[in-house]
T-cell receptor, first 114, second 113 residues
């Protein structure tokens, strides 16, 4: 399968712990996006990268959140000092460098903070 | 805020065509209309997109009105596996001010046996 992959698929943690999620985009897609989705809502944009450069960050991305894409391939999203309100599905998408730039999503990482 | 309006839910009989409407009355001239769907607990799946002309692929057809203020996604022969939340999104082309997708709450399509 050459689609976007995300790991882990599920994560349960206790409040105050740090968690890190990984996203592997489709090969040669130079843009990578992170979204968050809470129950009953559509996905909300968090941040995106073009190659290794982080070009846009949402106000949703508080100081406890950090995203990296060190070599312009995979990306990590870290949440420090997790709170119960961080419980959500975290989605990653990637898009190719073309005029359409259609985004293709991974299966998501479901986070539950107890 | 989402720039589209969709009905919260729709039903469709299995084997019949499902027609999902979307209103995007404030769409700009260079913005595309994209459709995604999300089956329960999975990531959104790209379906189709268009600018002005009607489009068709192996999954669906997209009909855009001449004034581009609304569109309809057509699933020609709905199956139970098409039960999902369908999102209609407008976005600028590559190189626009932003590349993020702004999702609304979509339409929950329930295909009935």
């Amino acid at each position: 399968d050459t689609g976007v992959s995300q790991n882990p698929r599920h994560k349960i943690t206790k409040r105050g712990q740090n968690v890190t999620f990984r996203c592997d985009p489709i090969s040669e897609h130079n843009r990578l996006y992170w979204y968050r989705q809470t129950l009953g809502q559509g996905p909300e944009f968090l941040t995106y990268f073009q190659n290794e450069a982080q070009l846009e960050k949402s106000r949703l991305l508080s100081d406890r959140f950090s995203a990296e894409r060190p070599k312009g391939s995979f990306s990590t999203l870290e949440i420090q000092r997790t709170e119960q309100g961080d419980s959500a599905m975290y989605l990653c998408a990637s898009s190719p460098r073309d005029s359409q730039e259609t985004q293709y999503f991974g299966p998501g990482t479901r986070l539950l903070v107890l | 805020d989402a720039k589209t309006t969709q009905p919260p839910s729709m039903d469709c009989a299995e084997g019949r065509a499902a027609n999902l409407p979307c209103n995007h009355s404030t769409i700009s001239g260079n913005e595309y209309v994209y459709w995604y769907r999300q089956i329960h607990s999975q990531g959104p799946q790209y379906i189709i997109h268009g600018l002005k002309n009607n489009e068709t692929n192996e999954m669906a057809s997209l009909i855009i009105t001449e004034d581009r203020k609304s569109s309809t996604l057509i699933l020609p022969h709905a199956t139970l596996r098409d039960t999902a939340v369908y999102y209609c999104i407008v976005r600028p082309p590559y190189g626009g001010a932003t590349n993020k997708l702004i999702f609304g709450t979509g339409t929950l399509l329930a295909v009935q046996p």
